[in-house]
């Protein structure tokens, strides 16, 4: 064998070594949805974030919003006014198999679904206030059964699945101001997180990743900043401190670094930091007032939403804000994005 033999088979291997890791990066997580009212009301539509291939999911005669992706990324949950008023429907990541999941004259919204894609825990107001309630997702929608997590009083909302499918958060008035709350999946052994006079949770109260933690946003502090606790609820810290709005905290898949919104540069920008509040780094400087942060699956990269020019727009940076990347360009809005497997 000559040595320009070996060399083309050197070439020829390292070519495939390229190749596969550009079809690694892609299965772990090219594909993002969002929501866009460019056809007049608000529609789903998908997009490669690799190839920019955009396709519309939804064509339906009322708002189409907040996709959520299932954690096999085969499915996507949304909240849809087709019927008239807001309901949880399911559909495949192509957009086929459109399905309603719940069936009452009430508002149903903030669906999260388990961590083995079985269930989606939901928000309704079908008794008047709201209460969390739990819909099984079989292959056939007609089959589903439903199941009253919460019974009080008080307004019980916006549930978030543990890590490992067993709890589910929450945040309820039932003590008299908003105060963040677990309970087991079943409904069962409600417990409060949270004791404080200002309101905790409204906009953020995620699981870090490895279920050991809870980031949550507060004004306790007289202005939003973002804390974080135990998953027990002990320990609770605050990890920014500053005169500005701090809001929108988000675990990377690894928990080592959470992303987060803040007008404290005097204008809006996302921040990421460590899960112990060091090694801050701004990662937008352009304003435009960035929104909707989300990691890739893989945690290297992060997809937002930015107005810098004109209209909101979804952009894609790298995880330390760098080789920044706009995806859409249409003069209507886009946001909820979320990022699929």
């Known amino acids: 064998m000559?040595?320009?033999?070996?060399?083309?088979?050197?070439?020829?291997?390292?070519?495939?070594?390229?190749?596969?890791?550009?079809?690694?990066?892609?299965a772990r997580g090219g594909r993002l949805v969002y929501g866009s009212n460019r056809d007049g009301d608000w529609e789903i539509y998908l997009m490669n974030v690799e190839t920019g291939k955009e396709e519309r999911l939804t064509r339906s005669r009322g708002d189409d919003l907040w996709p959520v992706w299932?954690?096999?990324?085969?499915?996507?949950?949304?909240?849809?006014?087709r019927d008239g008023n807001k309901e949880v429907y399911v559909m495949r990541s192509d957009g086929t198999g459109q399905a309603r999941l719940t069936y009452t004259p009430?508002?149903?919204?903030?669906?999260?679904?388990?961590?083995?894609?079985?269930?989606?825990?939901?928000?309704?107001?079908?008794?008047?206030?709201?209460?969390?309630?739990?819909?099984?997702?079989?292959?056939?929608?007609?089959?589903?059964?439903?199941?009253?997590l919460?019974?009080?009083?008080?307004?019980?909302?916006i549930p978030v699945w543990s890590p490992d499918g067993t709890k589910i958060l929450f945040v309820s008035t039932r003590d008299g101001n908003p105060e963040i709350y677990v309970m087991t999946s079943d409904g069962s052994n409600p417990t409060r997180l949270t004791n404080n006079p200002a309101n905790d949770g409204q906009d953020t109260h995620l699981w870090s990743p490895d279920g050991k933690q809870i980031a949550f946003v507060s004004e306790r502090d007289s202005n939003l900043e973002i804390y974080v606790m135990a998953s027990d609820g002990s320990g609770v810290h605050n990890l920014t401190n500053n005169p500005?709005?701090?809001?929108?905290?988000?675990?990377?898949?690894?928990?080592?670094?959470?992303?987060?919104?803040?007008?404290?540069?005097?204008?809006?920008?996302?921040?990421?930091?460590?899960?112990?509040?060091?090694?801050?780094?701004?990662?937008?400087?352009?304003?435009?007032?960035?929104?909707?942060?989300?990691?890739?699956?893989?945690?290297?990269?992060?997809?937002?939403?930015?107005?810098?020019?004109?209209?909101?727009?979804?952009?894609?940076?790298?995880?330390?804000?760098?080789?920044?990347?706009?995806?859409?360009?249409?003069?209507?809005?886009?946001?909820?994005?979320?990022?699929?497997?």
């Open 150 to 157: 919460t019974h009080d009083s008080a307004m019980d909302a």
């Open 244 to 341: 500005g709005m701090d809001d929108g905290s988000v675990w990377s898949p690894d928990s080592r670094y959470l992303l987060f919104v803040s007008d404290r540069s005097g204008r809006q920008e996302i921040y990421r930091m460590a899960g112990d509040g060091s090694d801050g780094m701004q990662l937008t400087t352009a304003g435009g007032e960035p929104s909707w942060p989300v990691w890739s699956p893989d945690g290297t990269r992060i997809a937002f939403t930015s107005n810098r020019n004109g209209s909101p727009d979804v952009y894609v940076m790298d995880g330390d804000g760098s080789r920044l990347r706009r995806l859409t360009q249409s003069n209507a809005e886009e946001k909820w994005v979320s990022w699929g497997k």
């Open 106 to 148: 009430a508002d149903e919204e903030d669906p999260d679904w388990s961590p083995d894609g079985k269930q989606i825990a939901f928000t309704s107001l079908r008794d008047g206030n709201e209460e969390i309630y739990m819909a099984e997702v079989h292959d056939q929608p007609s089959l589903l059964q439903e199941r009253r």
């Open 2 to 26: 000559t040595r320009w033999t070996i060399a083309w088979i050197l070439l020829f291997v390292a070519g495939c070594a390229v190749l596969n890791s550009t079809m690694k990066r892609d």
């Open 70 to 81: 299932s954690p096999d990324g085969r499915r996507i949950a949304f909240v849809s006014t």
